[in-house]
């Protein structure tokens, strides 16, 4: 970036934010002497700030976001053409590029069938518990609404989404909650909860059936799960696992719901994290890469089975989804997400993914080898985790504050790392990355260096 005197002197905006801006996840004591970090401009991978200092964002945004990287004028280009066009209409009608996202989508999501719009993540699980809830209603006389979900994972901000969410200080103080979610346990093998186990994977998701033996089958609808839990530890399935996850969801009656709005549209190397485990969910929701930040928008989709529940009586007034989300019928996020997945599929960023992931699992596990505070390592693509211990035997986890002056050490060096925080009681203690799909092997090495050189400063 280039900082002209005058031009570009920020120093207003800083004042302004500083002043009136309420930041996310943000103790702000500390504004009172220090700048808030205000982001000017993004290009590729790379990020500079207010002060004109650059940054190599080895998270996307922050939170797994900006899948095709900062700068993308195509998407900028598509978005304009659409407003100057038409901006808005309530998604009651259609919309040129909702229909064309909508049934570009659906290719790459055989067995699914129909997209709900919405512009949050937590919105489209909340459009994805309502569904449950009147299927509950209209099929089962009300009787099978519960819906489990699993600790560790998260499912979104607002309350019923934090109902559903698996982490004890993310839910801390927010509460009472909805009722009629019910918690299984994670399958985070590094932390077992079973002992030295030879089938992990398998005693895990049996570990869900006993809780729906525990509710009753028939008082289960569904069940919502990452299928790789993202903030609660970069937790990747244990094999066995999702066979019998979904043996269990067959057994019971019980719909699938994939939460995807990490995973979902290329993070992982293939469309959605659920394609590694040959999953067939009824419901799947995605929001962060769906048009890597450039719009707003998040989708709930679902197979024609879970649609024909809303349609096959028309004589009753009362059967069809009576939801709407207004901003879900604005035009611009279609259009930037028919654009990103354009961007996707023209630059094989697919490929790119499964082969650069490859190269920084290759390089964490050089880290692990290196420094005895590196427990374990995990991930899938382009999301990777590195979990940080006091002590290899006993796998104590460090102190969160230690993994977050790594976090600030390697910012000092001009990589924007994330980890997990305030999210577990005691174990937020895993380092975050997950790199925009167009990264390239020099980019990795500059984070991985960084982490390596914070990581030998660090003192446990
Ligand atoms: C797996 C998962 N689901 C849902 C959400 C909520 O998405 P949003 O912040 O867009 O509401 C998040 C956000 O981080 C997430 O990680």
């Given at each position: 970036?280039?900082?002209?005197?005058?031009?570009?002197?920020?120093?207003?905006?800083?004042?302004?934010?500083?002043?009136?801006?309420?930041?996310?996840?943000?103790?702000?004591?500390?504004?009172?002497?220090?700048?808030?970090?205000?982001?000017?401009?993004?290009?590729?991978?790379?990020?500079?700030?207010?002060?004109?200092?650059?940054?190599?964002?080895?998270?996307?945004?922050?939170?797994?976001?900006?899948?095709?990287?900062?700068?993308?004028?195509?998407?900028?280009?598509?978005?304009?053409?659409?407003?100057?066009?038409?901006?808005?209409?309530?998604?009651?009608?259609?919309?040129?590029?909702?229909?064309?996202?909508?049934?570009?989508?659906?290719?790459?999501?055989?067995?699914?069938?129909?997209?709900?719009?919405?512009?949050?993540?937590?919105?489209?699980?909340?459009?994805?518990?309502?569904?449950?809830?009147?299927?509950?209603?209209?099929?089962?006389?009300?009787?099978?609404?519960?819906?489990?979900?699993?600790?560790?994972?998260?499912?979104?901000?607002?309350?019923?989404?934090?109902?559903?969410?698996?982490?004890?200080?993310?839910?801390?103080?927010?509460?009472?909650?909805?009722?009629?979610?019910?918690?299984?346990?994670?399958?985070l093998e590094y932390r077992s909860?079973?002992?030295?186990?030879?089938?992990?994977?398998?005693?895990?998701?049996?570990?869900?059936?006993?809780?729906?033996?525990?509710?009753?089958?028939?008082?289960?609808?569904?069940?919502?799960?990452?299928?790789?839990t993202?903030?609660?530890g970069v937790i990747t399935?244990p094999?066995?696992?999702?066979?019998?996850?979904?043996?269990?969801?067959?057994?019971?009656?019980?719909?699938?719901?994939?939460?995807?709005?990490?995973?979902?549209?290329?993070?992982?190397?293939?469309?959605?994290?659920?394609?590694?485990?040959?999953?067939?969910?009824?419901?799947?929701?995605?929001?962060?890469?769906?048009?890597?930040?450039?719009?707003?928008?998040?989708?709930?989709?679902?197979?024609?089975?879970?649609?024909?529940?809303?349609?096959?009586?028309?004589?009753?007034?009362?059967?069809?989804?009576?939801?709407?989300?207004?901003?879900?019928?604005?035009?611009?996020?279609?259009?930037?997400?028919?654009?990103?997945?354009?961007?996707?599929?023209?630059?094989?960023?697919?490929?790119?993914?499964?082969?650069?992931?490859?190269?920084?699992m290759?390089?964490l596990h050089?880290l692990k080898e290196?420094h005895a505070i590196v427990g374990d390592v995990r991930g899938?693509?382009?999301?990777c985790g590195a979990e940080l211990v006091r002590d290899r035997e006993t796998r104590e986890p460090v102190?969160?504050?230690?993994?977050?002056?790594?976090?600030?050490?390697?910012?000092?060096?001009?990589?924007?790392?994330?980890?997990t925080?305030?999210?577990?009681?005691?174990y937020?203690n895993t380092l975050c990355?997950?790199?925009?799909?167009?990264?390239?092997?020099?980019?990795?090495?500059?984070?991985?260096?960084?982490?390596?050189?914070?990581?030998?400063?660090?003192?446990?």
């Amino acid at each position: 970036m280039n900082l002209s005197p005058g031009v570009n002197d920020f120093s207003e905006a800083v004042e302004s934010d500083r002043l009136h801006v309420w930041h996310h996840l943000s103790q702000h004591k500390k504004y009172e002497t220090v700048d808030p970090l205000v982001i000017i401009e993004g290009k590729g991978m790379r990020v500079w700030d207010a002060k004109g200092v650059e940054h190599l964002d080895a998270v996307s945004g922050g939170v797994w976001t900006v899948n095709v990287g900062y700068g993308r004028e195509s998407i900028a280009d598509a978005v304009r053409d659409q407003l100057v066009r038409l901006n808005y209409f309530a998604n009651s009608a259609g919309n040129v590029p909702g229909a064309l996202f909508a049934k570009k989508l659906i290719e790459k999501m055989p067995g699914m069938s129909r997209v709900y719009f919405s512009n949050s993540g937590s919105e489209a699980n909340e459009k994805a518990y309502k569904i449950v809830r009147q299927i509950a209603h209209n099929r089962y006389g009300g009787k099978k609404h519960k819906i489990l979900y699993r600790e560790r994972d998260y499912h979104g901000t607002t309350i019923t989404a934090l109902s559903s969410t698996g982490q004890n200080q993310r839910k801390d103080q927010y509460g009472p909650f909805t009722p009629g979610f019910v918690e299984v346990p994670h399958c985070l093998e590094y932390r077992s909860q079973y002992g030295e186990c030879a089938d992990y994977g398998t005693r895990a998701a049996q570990a869900i059936e006993e809780v729906i033996l525990r509710e009753g089958p028939d008082t289960v609808g569904a069940i919502v799960l990452e299928p790789i839990t993202a903030g609660g530890g970069v937790i990747t399935p244990p094999e066995g696992y999702w066979e019998t996850v979904q043996e269990i969801c067959r057994k019971y009656d019980i719909l699938l719901h994939i939460d995807e709005v990490v995973c979902g549209v290329g993070r992982t190397g293939k469309w959605f994290g659920y394609q590694h485990y040959g999953i067939e969910p009824d419901i799947v929701t995605m929001a962060k890469g769906v048009a890597s930040g450039y719009a707003a928008i998040s989708c709930t989709v679902t197979t024609e089975a879970v649609f024909d529940h809303f349609k096959s009586d028309p004589s009753d007034p009362m059967s069809y989804f009576r939801d709407i989300s207004t901003f879900g019928g604005c035009a611009a996020g279609p259009a930037a997400a028919l654009e990103n997945m354009r961007i996707i599929e023209d630059e094989n960023l697919l490929d790119n993914t499964t082969q650069m992931g490859a190269y920084l699992m290759d390089r964490l596990h050089g880290l692990k080898e290196k420094h005895a505070i590196v427990g374990d390592v995990r991930g899938k693509g382009l999301f990777c985790g590195a979990e940080l211990v006091r002590d290899r035997e006993t796998r104590e986890p460090v102190a969160e504050n230690l993994v977050q002056s790594i976090v600030a050490d390697c910012l000092s060096q001009g990589v924007l790392i994330g980890a997990t925080n305030r999210s577990l009681d005691g174990y937020n203690n895993t380092l975050c990355l997950s790199p925009a799909l167009i990264c390239r092997k020099d980019d990795l090495d500059q984070i991985v260096e960084a982490i390596d050189g914070a990581l030998g400063r660090a003192t446990v």
